[in-house]
């Protein structure tokens, strides 16, 4: 598969897929995406309720943009899991700019996310446990009811359609304690149908730039 990096219009960069004309993160701001999607109505929401350690699930590990926010703004034990199909070879990750645009330590962060070791629990700084699972969502065991938090982040419904169909969504779900959220940039309506239909509250809020919506879901 060949990728290739992408500016986008904060300064920050991505990966962009000539083949699937698909980017990893929007042309409009990657980080600026991320922040708002995942950690504003994300991270921060988990974050307001009394919970000592949170769990995380990433729907599509990626760059490790999202691991890499949440380890800088996290502030109590966190446990990130991400699964991922199909790899990014490290040799591309070191030429993204995450840590030029963020500044501060994120760069050990980062290097230690990218270069940590897949299918095992890895400690990348105190309090953020990461395990980077290399696997196909349809092959992944996932434990029920154990996550408070998914970062649904798989590619856009043009160009990877079986990851928002209902099948997938109600393995997500199940792995979803009861209260926990799901928060993704998708809008799209019959997603939104299909969350409510497994049993999840569904809120539509603003979306990052360039996208006028996003899907908050919480599990009841």
């Not at 000592?52 to 590990?61: A, D, P």
């Not at 856009?156 to 304690?177: F, H, N, T």
């Amino acid at each position: 598969m060949k990728r290739e990096i992408l500016s986008t219009n904060d300064g920050s960069t991505t990966i962009f897929i000539p083949d699937m004309d698909e980017t990893y993160h929007s042309t409009h701001g990657a980080i600026q995406e991320a922040l708002h999607v995942f950690i504003e109505n994300g991270l921060r929401e988990i974050k307001n309720e009394i919970i000592t350690e949170v769990h995380i699930f990433e729907m599509g590990f990626g760059t490790g943009l999202n691991a890499l926010l949440t380890a800088s703004n996290s502030k109590g034990k966190v446990c990130y899991t991400g699964v991922e199909a199909y790899p990014v070879e490290k040799e591309l990750l070191d030429h993204l700019n995450y840590a030029v645009e963020l500044g501060g330590e994120t760069e050990e962060l980062f290097q230690k996310i990218i270069s940590s070791p897949w299918n095992q629990n890895v400690e990348i700084c105190a309090d953020f446990i990461l395990n980077k699972v290399h696997s196909k969502i349809e092959e992944y065991s996932m434990p029920r009811a154990h996550f408070d938090l998914v970062f649904y982040d798989a590619f856009g419904p043009r160009a990877q359609s079986s990851m928002w169909e209902m099948k997938i969504l109600s393995k997500i779900v199940d792995g979803l304690k009861a209260g926990g959220v799901l928060v993704t940039y998708c809008a799209m309506g019959q997603f939104k149908r299909d969350l409510k239909e497994l049993g999840m509250r569904v809120e539509s809020r603003p979306g990052p730039p360039g996208k006028r919506e996003m899907t908050v879901a919480t599990k009841m």
